[in-house]
């Protein structure tokens, strides 16, 4: 009777064990993650300012969160100003 006790002791030693290390993995999961999107983010080229992927017309582009400049990759206006064609500002200005 007392080895039952034991076996089972230490079965829910071992799953109280397995509970917390399955916590601290996903808790270092999450900080890990949170670490990598922050180490990720590109630097305003005009302030200190980190560059947000932002969605124009379905178009992502890149906005300071400092400054509010807006940074387009290549191709990236090309696209703007075919949409506009001529109507809009982009448009207007480059068409």
Known sequence: MSVEMDDRGRALENEYFHRKEQELIEKMKS???AD???AGALECPK????LI???YENIKIDVCNNCTGVWL???ELA???DK???EGFFG???G
């Open 53 to 55: 992927e932002t969605a």
């Open 79 to 81: 696209r703007i100003t």
């Open 73 to 75: 990759d290549a191709g």
């Open 31 to 33: 900080k890990l993650s």
């Open 47 to 50: 302030c200190d300012g980190k």
């Open 84 to 86: 506009d064609k001529g």
């Open 36 to 38: 990598n999107s922050q």
């Open 92 to 94: 207007k200005m480059f």
